[in-house]
């Protein structure tokens, strides 16, 4: 029996086929290429799904967001200039959404921030209504925000870091943001590394790309700079910086703790020897430094010849002494 397709509400067989596909934010190569073409083939341009359909007003009370974060701030200078416009012009470009399951209400898709100015300005927000399943929705809404290319890296890992959450393939995940197979992980293991409390403190991080984001994974890694970055951002001094300098700041912090941590770090030992007995009785370790010896005796023997070695520490001494080329001795 034929596997239904998840995507065939989508209506593709409407869109025209001569219109370039949204460009990834990141190239994908080689055999990544092949993973996720049919899924790519089949959400080529998510704009294409408003053509031709009928633009409503809704109340922005009516509408939930979805349950697949992509942002991690939304209040700074690029939200202000959509309020500003939505404002002075109005809203030129409608949201999409798709009805819930309960019938009487929708839920987003993507234009959760011109809802968001729609709420805050008390006036309708003008919508596409398209019913979509989850998987064609999560692509829909990966991939407007990849046209739009207003997402940071930390955002797209984000988002991607949730899609799974929900259950998503990566095939799907890949297809949403339009990446491959390694940029995918090179994400992924940012989320996964960087505490969730540090990455929502640093937010958006507009101007932090992908291989500063990786230095400060990297960073991290280390039990003592994680504790540290936790502390760091739970800092009034942090908090109050403004959101572009954040990641910086610490980033710049946690290179600083690492140098004075080694500094404080002892030197290795210059030199470590171990004996043991032919009858295996006796175990002999030293840890030997320029000014410094440390002697370890182990096992049965070690206390019965710990105690014969100090009683003769003299004659010991004696003859080392006598054994030196520099030596008087007789």
Known sequence: MSRENPFAKLDLAAISAGKAPVKPGYAMTGAAKTVVRSIEDLAENT???????V?????PQSLDSSSIADRLSDDGREYQELKRAIQETGQSTPILVRPSSDGQRYTVVFGHR???VA???GIPVKAVVKKLDDIASA?????ENSARSNLSFIERAYFAQNLLATGMTKDVVRSSLAIDEAMLSKMLSVVEAVPSAVIKALGASKKIGRDKWLSLRQLVLAPALLRASTDRVGTAEFLELSEDSRFDDLHDY???YKAKSDAKKPKASASE????SSDSSLNFSMNAKSRKVAIELSNVEAKPFSDWLSSRMDQLYDEYKRSKPD???D
């Not at 704009?47 to 359909?53: A, I, Y």
């Not at 633009?55 to 109340?59: F, K, M, S, T, Y």
């Open 273 to 276: 020897k171990e004996w043991v």
């Open 114 to 116: 011109r809802l968001k």
């Open 254 to 256: 946690l290179k600083r």
């Open 47 to 53: 704009k294409k799904l408003m053509e031709g359909e």
């Open 139 to 143: 692509i829909a809404q990966g991939q």
């Open 119 to 121: 709420r805050e300005l």
């Open 327 to 329: 030596s008087n001795g």
């Open 55 to 59: 633009i409503v007003e809704l109340d």
